[in-house]
């Protein structure tokens, strides 16, 4: 099945910018996602990617896929201390058996410092 | 407001005592899921359903049964608890097809001791 493998933690100063990196093994995932998760509360989805796509740009946000290495990145400009929060990786089996299931890394802890 | 809501929040247990926690999405989503995030593992998938009285085991369905009678609702049954599962639970719905965005419940915290 599906592995998606992310580093555990990252911290940065206020002001930079942060990149958080992600691999996958599928390569029939379809769409990739960023899942933010504040302290308390359950996921809500930051951006995705197609899988056609090399990158894509959202205000502050920019992915950047590479297919041939299944390699994924979130880079979060001008960071700020909002946004210190766990940040998932997340590709889909829309390209296999299993209809609608996403499979998740672990999670990278951010942490903004002032 | 469109929303997943789970109940309880937060549960304590004692090994063996049956339990259920509810899930339910308002949103007329066909798929929907159940997810334990535990932590340096992230999300794993418990067991997910694509339609009414479809469902289908995930990544680590040991120790729970689900059941989709209707639509909106997707109830995780511990019949057993064991130590084992305490953990972060999260329901999760979505359109189950094409660009899906997966809309995640605030999550229950449960301990087993």
């Known amino acids: 099945g599906e592995d998606v493998e992310q580093s555990l933690f990252l911290s940065v100063r206020e002001g930079d910018s942060s990149v958080i990196n992600c691999t996958y093994t599928d390569s029939s995932s379809t769409y990739l996602y960023w899942y933010k998760q504040e302290p308390g509360a359950g996921l809500q989805l930051l951006t995705y990617?197609?899988?056609?796509?090399d990158m894509k740009q959202d205000q502050r946000l920019t992915v950047l896929l590479n297919k041939k290495d299944k390699h994924l990145s979130l880079r979060i400009a001008d960071t700020q201390t909002g946004d210190s929060a766990i940040y998932f990786c997340a590709a889909d089996n829309a390209g296999g058996t299993s209809y609608g299931k996403l499979t998740f890394g672990q999670g990278t802890i951010l942490t903004v410092h002032p | 407001e469109a929303q997943v809501t789970q109940n309880p929040r937060y549960l304590i247990t004692v090994t063996g005592k049956k339990l259920t926690v509810t899930c339910s999405q308002n949103?007329?989503?066909?798929?929907m899921s159940w997810y334990r995030q535990d932590p340096g593992l992230g999300l794993r998938q418990i067991y997910y359903?694509?339609?009414?009285?479809?469902?289908d085991k995930g990544d680590v369905p040991e120790g729970y049964k689900v059941s989709r009678k209707e639509k909106r609702n997707f109830p995780l049954i511990l019949e057993s608890p064991s130590p084992n599962q305490t953990s972060l639970y999260f329901c999760a719905s979505s359109l189950g097809q094409g660009l899906d965005e997966q809309y995640f419940g605030p999550g229950t915290r449960l301990t087993v001791t």
């Open positions: 359903s694509m339609n009414v009285e479809v469902t």
């Open positions: 949103m007329n989503h066909e798929y």
């Open positions: 990617i197609f899988s056609n796509m």
